[in-house]
């Protein structure tokens, strides 16, 4: 049978990693971003196991939007990881108008809105996998990370929630907690890449996660450079 796959923000960095690690692994997966990024190589290589949106997720309307297609294509959904997100780095007393908005909207709504609008296709299985990609910044106070640390604390607790509810139907959750890693956050840094980790080491520990979950539930998993935090 089929296995689904939703990955949010899948057309760069971690997440076009997890879209790749899947789609090497048969899941049929749908991506939703902004822009298309790598995604369009994807296609032509995976063609109709590989389905992309391209959406705001700043804005609710949009998530529904969404969530109404993958219910009209598919029954049952195997895997969710809310990837999608953004960091606008200031100290809270100095960041501008309206950053904490867009990043608890992106950080924290559209997670939270998509995964009730597409428990529905989890809950009748009583299976699924719900990843949240949370940060260092979901335990660590970062100067001149304001709201993005705020927005990250938020995210995993909505995670710690999400677990503790969806127990009796037998969905997972995990919360990634990722320090810094090798994207296009990092552009023009004149450190080594072996500072960072890769994208590819994050999509390797959610499939390990999956592989396991009869046995376990990796309910907080943290991932550092092997030198520690930049």
Do not use: C, S, W
């Given at each position: 049978m089929q296995?689904?796959?939703?990955?949010t923000g899948g057309s760069k960095g971690i997440g076009l990693a997890i879209v790749m690690k899947l789609l090497t692994e048969n899941y049929k997966v749908f991506s939703v971003s902004r822009t298309i990024g790598e995604l369009?190589?994807?296609?032509?290589?995976?063609g109709s196991q590989l389905d992309i949106t391209l959406l705001d997720f700043s804005i609710v309307e949009n998530i529904l939007i969404f969530a109404n297609k993958i219910e009209n294509e598919i029954n049952a959904l195997d895997i969710l990881v809310n990837n999608a997100g953004v960091f606008l780095?200031?100290?809270?007393?100095?960041?501008?108008?309206?950053?904490?908005?867009?990043q608890m909207q992106l950080n924290v709504a559209a997670p939270y809105h998509l995964t009730r609008a597409v428990l529905s296709l989890m809950m009748p299985q009583k299976d699924g996998y719900i990843f949240n990609i949370c940060s260092t910044a979901s335990i660590v106070p970062y100067i001149n990370g304001g709201s993005y640390c705020i927005s990250k604390h938020a995210l995993l607790g909505f995670s710690k929630v999400l677990r503790k509810e969806l127990i009796p139907f037998g969905i997972s959750v995990s919360s990634i907690l990722p320090g810094a890693t090798l994207t296009d956050s990092w552009a023009g840094s004149n450190l080594p890449e072996t500072r960072f980790i890769k994208p590819e080491n994050i999509a390797n520990t959610i499939w390990f996660a999956?592989?396991?979950?009869?046995?376990?539930?990796?309910?907080?998993?943290?991932?550092?450079?092997?030198?520690?935090?930049?």
């Open positions: 296995k689904n796959a939703i990955v369009a190589t994807l296609k032509e290589k995976y780095p200031g100290t809270i007393h100095e960041e501008k108008e309206g950053h904490f908005e867009m999956i592989q396991n979950r009869k046995q376990m539930v990796m309910e907080e998993i943290l991932l550092r450079p092997f030198e520690g935090d930049i």
